[in-house]
């Protein structure tokens, strides 16, 4: 319920202990918004739940402090680095350690995941940045070139780059698939902490100990711009989501900054300290800071701060120049598009590094894995977030409400009591994933908001039944003259046949059921197909998703046909399912049917490998089929396009 009198732009939203040693290191969750991760000295990763005082879980494993955390952006894997150059990665839903990877010889110092493949980049102090597969549980390349640590890592929203921020003053810029360098800037003259892509253009922003804010063109390999210095080191930025504005969480200010031509919006006074990480949920900024054993957040109310207009940097004399015209942009800059190729190597590469980086430490870090351990502290918190009821749609939710701002009090700042700015208009909602989301947006002028197309999907959460209306069982202003009979009549109206539709569902569910208890898990798949209806098909994969155990190679000729059609169907659940499903079938058997179509025939007579290498053709075959779907399904906005973007690079090893 919205408060009745003036409310604070900026206020703390809770304060706790979250370690027994110091808070070395935190990261909130970009998707949800309501996640957040700290690591401290005390060799802990401790999860939270934003607004709650409790401890959702603790990760252990690690024999040293740990240095630094971050989030996948589904939030369902976690990954930290220690002081002794080891990674850790923890899948949440599982409550279980997922990898123990090795390789680095000192301090880690930045992480990231890969936006679609199963990939993470670390940085170390030992100035290299590696890319780990997680899947295959080594090191994919080692990139050198920094001469001091690596403090930021980023991949580019679509994939193919990455950016690395040092302590030696400069980033730099790789391409994934070609290995090498493509550009470095070096226009800082102190550590460079930070860098973000922008969410949609061909634009990176990075922040330094120099105290400022450097853009840069990524199509020019050029500085557009720079903001004027600020009173401290800068340490985190965001894009706003739309890509409208950035904002720097300076000591104890929020600042938003325009690059075209380099002007501030505006400036707000937050009490967070050394603001960690930031994040954007429910157009409220979400900002986070810790001291010694303690953690702060703290909320921002976005509808009321300024990012547009001209407050231009520097000292203001003339009001004449708050009216500046934009400056426009010779050539609009390009938007990010889908990868044409992973950023896999060739396989036979792959193998052998990974046979070398693996040899020693194979052993080791088996031991590493059964000692970590993820402790549930909060049960009930747990379940909500990480185990929902409905498994497909997972929680945290994606629409959240915001947090309740509180009333201004006798301690409110000038700067809050005598700000007049109307509440912005607000262009997207912050939940949806920023660097898989936007992807596909129109070309646009820099800095302007882009208006996303809804996608023809029929959604999941609906308000009201789909396709029907109250309004039509009900009788027009004949209510008062029917009697009891008639007006159960008119409610039952189109009642048998739902009932005959119902019943029939439940008798073909029985039936696979009935052959599902026998253990024949093939021949229920292979039944449920038989009845050709998409219902019964998507209750069966739901099951199996499920239980990723249950897949075999077996039951993908049978499956894969009607991943077809529940791709191509109109009812958002069904593609989410068809994309969990081949998704699971390209993870568990991608690299099997790959091998099996390029290895040469066996000397003798060997039908099991005859028969294996016949279905392996087949799948392959059947999956060709789904390349022009996810190609034209790629662009769309939203989770489901970037569903089937992370599908093609999986389907990559195919072409």
Known sequence: MAASGPTKIAWKLQEFVAHAGNVTCLVLGKNS???????????RVNLWSVSKPNCVMSLTGHNTPVECIQFKDSEELVVAGSQSGSLRIWDLEAAKILRTLSGHKANICSLDF??????????SMDTNVKLWDIRRKGCVMTYKGHTNAVRCLRFSPDGRWIAAAGDDSTVKLWDLSAAKILTEFTDHTGPVNIVEFHPNEYLLAS????????????EKFKMVSC??????????ILFNPDGCCLYSGSQDSLHVYGWEPPRCFDVLPVNWGRAADLCICSNQLIGASFSQVTVSTFVVDLNRVKKTGSIVQGTVEDEKLFNLPVMKVAALRRNYERPLTTCNRPQSKVKEELENEGKNQSAE???DDKESTAEIRNPEEYKEIFQPQ?????????RTDPFPAPPEDDTISVKESEKVTPPTEVHSPAIKKLQADQLNFHPSAASTPNNRPEAPIIPIAKNEPIGLKAADFLPNNKLADLSDEDAMSQ?????DTMCVVLKSRFKNLDTVRAV????????????????????IIVDILNIINLKPALWKLDLCPSIIPPIDKLLQSKYESYVQTGCTSLKLILQRFGLLIADNLITLPSIGVDITREERHQKCKLCYKQLKNLLPILQSKAGMPGRQGSAFRELQLLMAAFE
């Open 33 to 43: 918004g309501r996640l957040l991760a700290t690591g401290g000295e005390d060799c």
């Open 114 to 123: 890969h936006p679609f493949g199963e990939f993470v980049a670390s940085g």
């Open 207 to 218: 922040g330094s100990s120099d105290r400022t804010i450097k853009f840069w063109d990524l």
């Open 227 to 236: 903001t004027e210095v600020e009173s401290t080191p800068v340490r985190s």
């Open 365 to 367: 870090e088996e031991k």
């Open 390 to 398: 409905n498994a497909i749609a997972r929680t945290p939710p994606r």
């Open 491 to 495: 409610i039952q109206k189109g009642h």
């Open 516 to 535: 599902w208890t026998t253990g024949d898990i093939k021949t229920s798949i292979d039944s449920a197909v038989t009845m050709n209806d998409l219902a």
